[in-house]
């Protein structure tokens, strides 16, 4: 019986641990650039209660093991594509494949993030919402009015007294990375590099690998309302029959202390 209460047991911080995780995607719905998570899970140690060969005969196929419930192992990440919107501004950009917009963090590290609402600070550089610059960093002029940026990352301005002539600033440049489930949330849109995730690559918007470039358009979050919904009432269910057993193991255990001899 106690067995059974501590493998229960460890099904409910499963399932706590799991509804967490759904919760926080439902949270991030219209979170631009937002990627959900997903719980993942594998069963602990088994006691072999009967070792092969113990049993009725010395060839015995199967043998008598008993888990000791489950942990989890890993809350991935996964990185389709979110859904579109168009704002028709020039400055909100959507990462149409693989690939991550570069931005300097304030520690000076480099950070990646799929949040393409880029805006303008004091000194007309292309930053994010919270103000990290995109990287490597583009400057607008003061007399620019109006702002271009091509499929392949090309920046360019018109300007003002001259609106005949296209001046072409500066590249967006993409980052990619062999294991993207292994980069590292740092929170406010932002992903970093980890062990896991491998060394980035960084190219122009369409080549090696990486995806094309649209402006005027936002990726928003991947996260499927209905889908996490599901998710939640099985978890909510999985989690009741995992207090239901530690209930029942727990009768059990006063009906064996209320024997008598």
């Known amino acids: 019986m106690l067995r059974a209460m501590s493998s229960a047991a460890s099904g409910m911080k499963a399932q706590q641990t799991n509804i967490d995780a759904i919760s926080n995607n439902l949270?991030?719905?219209?979170?631009?650039?937002?990627?959900?998570?997903?719980?993942?899970?594998?069963?602990?140690?088994?006691e072999s209660i009967v070792p092969t060969g113990r049993g009725s005969g010395d060839s015995d196929p199967t043998?008598?093991?008993?888990?000791h419930g489950v942990k989890?192992?890993?809350?991935?990440?996964?990185?389709?594509?979110?859904?579109?919107?168009?704002?028709?501004?020039?400055?909100?950009?959507?990462?149409?494949?693989?690939?991550?917009?570069?931005?300097?963090?304030?520690?000076?590290?480099?950070?990646y993030s799929r949040d393409g609402a880029f805006k303008l600070d004091a000194d007309r550089n292309i930053v994010t919402s919270t103000g990290y610059r995109l990287e490597p960093a583009?400057?607008?002029?003061?007399?620019?009015?109006?702002?271009?940026?091509?499929?392949?990352?090309?920046?360019?301005?018109?300007?003002?007294?001259?609106?005949?002539?296209?001046?072409?600033?500066?590249?967006?440049?993409?980052?990619?990375?062999?294991?993207?489930?292994g980069l590292?949330?740092?929170?406010?849109?932002?992903?970093?590099?980890?062990p896991n995730s491998g060394t980035p690559l960084v190219s122009r918007a369409g080549g090696d690998g990486l995806g094309e470039i649209a402006s005027g358009f936002l990726e928003m979050s991947n996260v499927e309302t209905v889908e996490e919904l599901v998710k939640m009432i099985s978890a909510q269910r999985a989690y009741e029959l995992n207090a239901r057993t530690i209930s029942m193991a727990d009768e059990m255990m006063q009906t064996v202390n209320q024997m008598k001899r």
């Open 72 to 111: 989890l192992v890993a809350t991935n990440k996964i990185f389709t594509q979110g859904v579109i919107s168009q704002t028709s501004n020039p400055l909100d950009l959507m990462i149409e494949g693989d690939g991550f917009f570069q931005v300097r963090l304030p520690d000076g590290s480099i950070g």
């Open 184 to 194: 590292s949330s740092r929170g406010g849109n932002i992903y970093q590099e980890s």
């Open 63 to 67: 043998r008598v093991e008993i888990g």
């Open 138 to 181: 583009i400057q607008i002029p003061q007399d620019a009015t109006d702002i271009h940026v091509a499929r392949d990352g090309t920046v360019s301005v018109m300007l003002a007294g001259d609106t005949s002539t296209v001046q072409d600033l500066a590249q967006i440049e993409l980052a990619r990375f062999a294991n993207s489930a």
């Open 27 to 46: 949270a991030n719905v219209n979170t631009v650039g937002y990627k959900r998570s997903h719980a993942e899970f594998q069963d602990l140690l088994y």
